[in-house]
């Protein structure tokens, strides 16, 4: 088993940055990528950004490419979500969530992730 917890979320103005972390317990997440989704009130859940299990590959959405960074540190486990230059419109539930094959391609198919915490609020106000 494998539990994903994140952290970091909270209430933030227009401008302002949050990192967000998820930190992975259970059995190691060192050999897949991990990928982080939001889900706003009412709309579906959507990929965000993703990372490779080497943390050489990264790929983003085009709402938060150039905002966003996606990082991991495979000794702790943990994998970060930098968010910079955050807008209202970034507001949402975020998740993290662990690909189910190892050494694959960041997938952006939610449907490919087998894992996931139990997310953290992020509200940007205006």
């Known amino acids: 088993q494998v539990q994903l917890v994140e952290s970091g979320g909270g209430l933030v103005q227009a401008g302002d940055s949050l990192r967000l972390s998820c930190l992975a317990s259970?059995?190691?997440?060192?050999?897949?990528?991990i990928g982080w989704f939001r889900q706003a009130p009412g709309k579906e859940r959507l990929f965000v950004a993703g990372?490779?299990?080497?943390?050489?590959?990264?790929y983003y959405a085009d709402s938060v490419k150039g905002r966003f960074t996606i990082s991991r540190d495979n000794a702790k486990n943990t994998v970060y979500l930098q968010m910079n230059s955050l807008k209202p419109e970034d507001t949402a539930v975020y998740y993290c969530?662990?690909?189910?094959?190892?050494?694959?391609?960041?997938?952006?198919?939610?449907?490919?992730?087998?894992?996931w915490g139990q997310g953290t609020q992020v509200t940007v106000s205006s």
């Open positions: 990372v490779g299990w080497s943390g050489d590959s990264t």
């Open positions: 259970g059995r190691t997440v060192n050999w897949y990528g």
């Open positions: 969530a662990r690909q189910r094959t190892t050494f694959r391609r960041v997938e952006m198919d939610r449907s490919e992730y087998d894992y």
